[in-house]
């Protein structure tokens, strides 16, 4: 199948300090990107959708300006914390698809940010 | 989206087969009813997908009845290594399309 990698795995930062995640479709293109923020023993919560060459769309209750992504290839998506406090510690995955032959999404391994 | 209902928790003894059934009453016509795997700190991993009646793949049975209204996963055999969270996600086919996960079901296979 789709290999999706995500860098960095783990990540530490200060309070204030923004960090830039990246999400790369390995061997295929895709056109369509999702992040999701998951908490400890909670499910996935889907931020945000990544179209390529086009503003990403938010869901709700998720602030644009804090969490911005960037996905100007067709095979990277970048999602940037800026500010990040420690409530924003939590376990980011993203999703990519856009291969209409498949029917599922492939997801990263995640990255863990912990903010001090 | 279609909102699904899963068990919490299901705990299990190695070797044995483990059905975990998803409720999804609005399912719409179009809705297909996809199956995940995630084991901690790692991202979801497909299992299965289907549409209606059975589908079988090399790692999962998936029973949808006619009314579509719930599946079932069926796991034959669990072994430890089957220890994870499995969700049950209910959409639109094709890649772009947005998933909404529920609160999945944890399973825990033991000796």
């Known amino acids: 199948g789709a290999v999706v990698s995500q860098h960095p795995s783990w990540v530490i930062c200060k309070s204030g300090t923004s960090v830039k995640i990246e999400c790369r479709s390995l061997d295929f293109q895709a056109t369509t990107m999702f992040w999701y923020r998951q908490f400890p023993k909670q499910s996935l919560m889907l931020m945000a959708t990544?179209?390529?060459?086009?503003?990403?769309?938010?869901e709700q209750g998720v602030e644009k300006d804090k969490f911005l992504i960037n996905h100007a290839s067709l095979t990277l998506s970048t999602l940037t914390v800026t500010s990040a406090h420690p409530e924003d510690s939590s376990f980011y995955i993203c999703?990519?698809?856009?291969?209409?032959?498949?029917?599922?999404?492939?997801f990263g391994p995640g990255t863990r940010l912990t903010v001090l | 989206l279609a909102k699904t209902t899963q068990p919490i928790s299901m705990d299990s003894y190695e070797g044995q087969e483990v059905n975990i059934t998803c409720s999804h009453n609005n399912i719409a016509t179009n809705d297909y009813i996809t199956w995940y795997q995630q084991f901690p700190s790692q991202g979801p991993r497909f299992i299965i997908q289907g549409y209606k009646t059975k589908v079988t793949n090399e790692v999962a049975s998936l029973f949808i009845p006619a009314d579509r209204k719930s599946s079932t996963l069926s796991l034959p055999r669990v072994s430890l290594s089957d220890t994870a969270v499995y969700y049950c996600l209910v959409g639109g086919t094709g890649t772009a399309s947005k998933l909404t996960f529920g609160t999945g079901t944890r399973l825990q296979v033991t000796l």
């Open positions: 999703s990519a698809g856009g291969l209409v032959i498949f029917n599922e999404q492939f």
């Open positions: 990544s179209n390529e060459g086009s503003k990403a769309t938010y």
